[in-house]
């Protein structure tokens, strides 16, 4: 069984950092695309950031300068450094893994960790 576990969110002032980790674990064949959605209240979850498993990136362009996506595929993991945190950046951040195992190839997703940013 594939799962995907987020740690690093919290509350941080405007212009802070925050720096978030994911780790995919189970019985994992290869990992193509990793990336971190997040969903403000009474929003749509949005796509902040993904990367491949060669490294191309794709930022939403609210994030673009000031968030930076990275993954050591040796590990299953994927990071998300958060700098010159806005409050309009609050919500509650998942993992996002596009990935082959014994079930096929599926998406999965995190419990969904929490940043908070004060004004």
């Known amino acids: 069984q594939v799962q995907l576990v987020e740690s690093g969110g919290g509350l941080v002032q405007a212009g802070g950092s925050l720096r978030l980790s994911c780790v995919a674990s189970?019985?994992?064949?290869?990992?193509?695309?990793m990336g971190w959605y997040r969903q403000a209240p009474g929003n749509q979850r949005e796509l902040v950031a993904a990367?491949?498993?060669?490294?191309?990136?794709n930022y939403a362009d609210s994030v673009k300068g000031r968030f930076t996506i990275s993954r050591d595929n040796a590990k299953n993991m994927v990071f998300l450094q958060m700098n010159s945190l806005k409050p309009e950046d609050t919500g509650v951040y998942y993992c996002?893994?596009?990935?082959?195992?014994?079930?096929?190839?599926?998406?999965?997703w995190g419990q969904g960790t929490q940043v908070t940013v004060s004004s």
């Open positions: 996002n893994a596009v990935l082959r195992s014994w079930s096929g190839r599926n998406d999965y």
């Open positions: 189970g019985s994992i064949f290869s990992i193509n695309v």
């Open positions: 990367i491949t498993n060669s490294g191309s990136t």
